[in-house]
């Protein structure tokens, strides 16, 4: 059974006036969707968190302020970074016309100004978020499945506290170590098989590994799959509707290329599509 729509209904910046978002906020409720408010005067930053956190499809942006222009962008620039970009977001409030033509060439899927409804409001979201889900998962071909876990990422505080339990216990062989500076990290590959267990340990305390210890603790970050092609396994995963963080393949460890499928499209598993690259 597919799961209600879930809708993220919030008040960024300094707009202290919140009758309107609740009363949309309760309309879409009864309209069968999962809403979650996020309350008065939030950053842009604490909204595009908990909607990535609470898995939303839709955030729905409410502005009486008048700063729409700035932090409606902002917001879109914040998926964007966050590589939640494919969540639909709308707008209300006083809008001038010139103003939802601007924001809608931004990115903002449509704004909803004063005598809107919350029935259409509602038609819109299912519609977008139909279409956005894909009426027709694409299946994969048996033949062209991954053969291989190319490596499973391990996310750890301390790479030399970490070696002691793989390498040192259970005698696994380091083949490789590097640092990936985009990513804020230090990575050490070790020998298992066909396969590697790659620990993480983050080289900052801002990075995706520190943020992900921070959040869950130390443990299994990702499982990486070895594929012919990352960037047609990408294409199948958005014609699947799946979420994907990369819209194009990048450069990872050990000069392969790789892209991620975010884990609310994967069962709670950050999964990462792995390419050998023939030099």
Known sequence: MKRPIRVLVAK????????????????????????IYTGLRQTV????????????????LSSLSGAHMSLFPALLDELQKEGANDILVIGGGVIPPTDVRALKALGIAEIFTPG????????????????????????????????????IGVAVVSLEDALRFYRDHLGLQVVHEEMIPDQHVRAAFLQLGETHIELLESTSEHGPIARFIAKR???????????DSVSEWLERARSSGLRVIDDAPRTGGQHKLIAFVHPASAHGVLTEYCQIVQE
């Open 12 to 35: 960024p910046g300094l707009d202290g006036h919140d009758r309107g978002a609740l009363i949309v906020a309760q309309g879409l409720r009864d309209a069968g969707m999962e809403v």
């Open 45 to 60: 930053a604490q909204i595009v968190a908990a909607a990535v956190d609470e898995d939303v499809d839709c955030i729905g």
């Open 217 to 227: 603790g130390p443990g299994v970050h990702h499982v990486a799959y070895r594929v």
């Open 116 to 151: 809107s409804t919350v029935t259409e409001m509602a038609d819109f979201i299912r519609s977008r978020v139909r279409k956005n889900r894909g009426t027709e998962r694409a299946a994969a071909d048996p033949a062209s499945a991954p053969q291989v876990i190319d490596h």
